[in-house]
């Protein structure tokens, strides 16, 4: 088979082997859930509930007007508590419909496609929209919207991305063993939405199990298996996009702009969940790893689990925990505090430790250009540096600034400890401050 792959980029250590022969398991519900009024990109959503309802498994408890939003469902038949404002993984704090599990796991009548092949596109959309599927790689941007396209546009390659590059992580990497056949329904549904015939899964060479089910599944199909150079951040869109397809995303363009749309493979198997089987959104693959876990693990979470429960489940040590993160080491969240809960786009939680984190301090750039060429858009991070260091944020939009994908990898090959990605940070959020 052959392997594809992109121009520069990092291997960081990749840290699977704890968790990626470990079957994914049934996390037991909590007696609270706490669910987020935001866990999408988009309008935050109003509450359709109020203290004292009682709401069912699989109910829509909140949705939005707005053209951008998704709504959500309650993980759990029980009563609702409190309505108030919390903290949020994604930072910050949020509107919260806080949950009393009765245990009772009764669930609301659901929707389902009785024959997806015989629907309208319109028809299978809106049953996207009203199980609120959004990309469960993490950007959870919401899926009806990316899979419905202006209609001068041209779509002919639907990509899904099976890479998973992040360390430590294994949530995708499982359910392509462990459900490849829903993952592979899901792709025909979004390939009838679309109206293409050709979809390719990218899968990192060091997932052979993953890549061995996944081609099974695909048999007769005419769904494509591409083997990726285990190579981060090959799951980001674009370098997706070059390595599979050798098409160049423009700058400031999305992949339609060269007839391609990305999905994952969780979102995939959402879909099949959502629309064959009427399932919501409610429920996510979370590994569980780093050095103060004493027992790493996959674990099918419902949205609303407190960060805390399931450190507790897995033997965290909170005297060695240095670092606590939402996501991967790469491009996740560090936590403030264990009292936030599972959303959508939560695909890890890392408890790392001092040696795993960096403990060194950073020092000045010795120009060695080792940043330039890991950076897989072919941007100048250090010079992003220095001018963040003066304050010149415009020069730095200038410079395609937007174009970054925050990948990290430039920070991690600094051998000067420079934060690269962060004065990117701050220089995309000054942008968007003076845009305003």
């Known amino acids: 088979m052959k392997l594809f792959t992109f ?22 519900v909590s007696k609270t859930l706490y669910v987020p009024m935001l866990q999408h990109i988009g309008a935050p959503l109003e509450p359709n509930v109020k203290v004292g309802d009682r709401v069912l498994k699989g109910q829509k408890i909140a949705d939005s007007e707005a053209f951008v939003s998704s709504p959500v469902h309650s993980p759990v038949s029980g009563v609702v508590k409190k309505i108030e404002v919390m903290p949020f993984p994604l930072s910050g704090k949020v509107k919260t419909v806080v949950i009393e599990n009765d245990e009772k796991e009764e669930w609301a009548e659901l929707t389902k496609i009785q024959d997806w092949e015989k629907s309208t596109k319109e028809e299978l959309l809106a049953m996207v929209r009203e199980k609120g599927i959004v990309g469960v790689g ?10 419905n396209p202006p209609k001068d546009v041209t779509i002919d390659v639907l990509l899904l991305n099976g890479a998973e590059c992040e360390p430590y992580l294994n949530s995708d990497n499982r359910l392509m063993i462990e459900e490849p056949k829903k993952i592979v329904e899901g792709i025909k549904i979004i390939n009838k939405i679309l109206g293409i015939n050709r ?10 199990v993953a890549i061995e089910t996944m081609t099974k599944a695909c048999e007769g199909t005419g769904i494509e298996v591409a083997m990726l150079k285990t190579q981060y951040p090959q799951g980001g ?3 997706l996009i070059k390595a599979v397809l050798d098409r ?5 363009g999305l992949p339609s702009a060269v007839g391609v749309v990305v999905q994952n493979t969780g979102t995939a198997g959402a879909i099949y969940e959502g629309l064959v089987e009427g399932k919501p959104l409610i429920e996510k693959i979370v590994t569980v790893s780093g050095k103060a876990v004493e027992r790493p693990a996959n674990l099918k979470v419902r949205i609303g689990t407190m960060f805390s429960e399931i450190l507790d489940h897995a033997g965290t040590n909170r005297e060695s925990m240095d670092k606590l993160v939402m996501g991967g080491p790469m491009m996740g969240m560090a936590q403030h505090t264990e009292n936030v809960p599972v959303v959508k786009g939560t695909s890890g939680l890392l408890g790392l430790t001092k040696e795993e984190t960096n403990p060194y301090k950073p020092k000045s750039c010795i120009v060695c250009g080792k940043c330039i ?36 990898s430039c920070s991690y090959i600094c051998p000067a400890n ?3 990605t962060e004065a990117i940070k701050i220089g995309k959020a000054k942008l968007r401050t003076m845009k305003k």
């Not at 022969?21 to 996390?27: A, G, P, S």
């Open 199 to 208: 979809a390719v899964i990218g899968i990192e060479d060091n997932k052979t």
């Open 237 to 239: 869109e674009k370098q």
């Open 7 to 28: 121009r520069g980029g990092v291997h960081p250590p990749e840290n699977k082997a704890q968790t990626e022969n470990r079957e994914i398991e049934v996390f037991p």
């Open 418 to 420: 420079r934060p690269l």
């Open 248 to 252: 160049d995303v423009p700058s400031g």
């Open 373 to 408: 060429k890991a950076c897989p858009i072919n941007l100048l991070p250090n010079m992003y540096a220095k001018l963040a260091r003066f304050k010149q944020w415009e020069e730095m939009g200038k410079n395609h600034l937007m174009d970054c994908i925050e990948c990290g």
């Open 138 to 147: 993490g950007a959870c941007f919401p899926t009806h919207i990316k899979l």
